[in-house]
C-alpha cells in the first residue's frame, strides 16, 4: 500500500516569492508521482508527473518537481508565484495497479498575497 | 469545451432518500473513478471501473453503489443518504498506464444530506 504524506497544511506567500511545497511518499515498488492543483469551487487539474529519467521535471505555469529516491519525496517548487496561483495542490501517488488510479495526500493549501 | 461533466453540479437530499450523480466524458478514456473529498481527508476513492459494464470497489465503498452502462457514462448511487455522506464529489477518467494514470477531473457535486 502506497501513501502520500504533505507536511504543510497551508502556505502563505507574497507575489513574486519562490514556494516549495513538499511530499513524501512511502512505497517500495516502481510509482508515478504526480501534482494536482484546485482551485476553490472546481475540479483537481494535472501539474506535472515524473516515472523515470530526470529526477527534475517541468509542468506548466512554471511549476517544477525534484524527485528524490533517497529521501522519498516528490517537493514542488515555483520561483516567482503569482496570485493566481493561489490554490491547494495535490501530491499523488500511482502503484503498479494504475487501474485503482491515484491515492493523493491530503493538501496544501497556498495563499499568495499581493 | 470540459471533457468530464457531472450532473448536478449541487443538490440537497434528505436523509434516507435516494440520489444519483451523473459523470459524462468525452476523452474516449477506460477508466472511470469517483473520488469523494472532505476538509482533513483529501481524495479518497469510492468505486472506479476500467469497463462497461463492470466496476470495482475503491478504499471506501460502504454506503455507495456504482453504475457503468457505458464506457462515457459513470454514475454513484446513494440508496439511503447519510449525514456522513455529505461531501464534494469527483468523477474523473484516465487512459491509466497510457498517460501514467493522468486523470481527468470533473467540477465536482456538491451534496449536502439534511
Known amino acids: 500500500t502506497q501513501t502520500v504524506s504533505q507536511s504543510d497544511a497551508h502556505v502563505t506567500v507574497f507575489e513574486g516569492d519562490s514556494v516549495e511545497l513538499r511530499c513524501n511518499y512511502s512505497y517500495g515498488g516502481s510509482i508515478y508521482l504526480s501534482w494536482y492543483i484546485q482551485h476553490h469551487g472546481h475540479g483537481l487539474q494535472f501539474l506535472l508527473k515524473?516515472?523515470?529519467?530526470?529526477?527534475v521535471v517541468q509542468g506548466v505555469n512554471g511549476f517544477e518537481a525534484e524527485f528524490s529516491k533517497s529521501d522519498s519525496s516528490f517537493h514542488l517548487r515555483k520561483a516567482s508565484v503569482h496570485w493566481s496561483d493561489s490554490a491547494v495542490y495535490f501530491c499523488?501517488?500511482?502503484?503498479?495497479?494504475?487501474?485503482?488510479?491515484?491515492?493523493f495526500g491530503l493538501g496544501t493549501r497556498v495563499s499568495v498575497f499581493p | 469545451e470540459a471533457a468530464v461533466t457531472q450532473s448536478p453540479r449541487s443538490k440537497v437530499a434528505v436523509t434516507g432518500g435516494k440520489v444519483t450523480l451523473s459523470c459524462h466524458q468525452t476523452?474516449?478514456?477506460?477508466?472511470m473513478y469517483w473520488y469523494r473529498q472532505d476538509t482533513g481527508h483529501g481524495l479518497r476513492l469510492i468505486h472506479y471501473?476500467?469497463?462497461?459494464?463492470?466496476?470495482e470497489k475503491g478504499d471506501i465503498p460502504d454506503g455507495y453503489k456504482a453504475s457503468r452502462p457505458s464506457q462515457e457514462n459513470f454514475s454513484l448511487i446513494l440508496e439511503l443518504a447519510s449525514l456522513s455522506q455529505t461531501a464534494v464529489y469527483f468523477c474523473?477518467?484516465?487512459?491509466?498506464?497510457?498517460?501514467?494514470?493522468?486523470?481527468?477531473f470533473g467540477e465536482g457535486s456538491r451534496l449536502i444530506v439534511v
Open positions: 515524473y516515472y523515470s529519467g530526470n529526477p
Open positions: 471501473s476500467y469497463v462497461a459494464d463492470s466496476t
Open positions: 474523473a477518467s484516465s487512459d491509466a498506464a497510457f498517460s501514467g494514470n493522468t486523470l481527468y
Open positions: 476523452n474516449n478514456h477506460d477508466y
Open positions: 499523488a501517488v500511482s502503484a503498479g495497479n494504475y487501474a485503482q488510479g491515484l491515492t
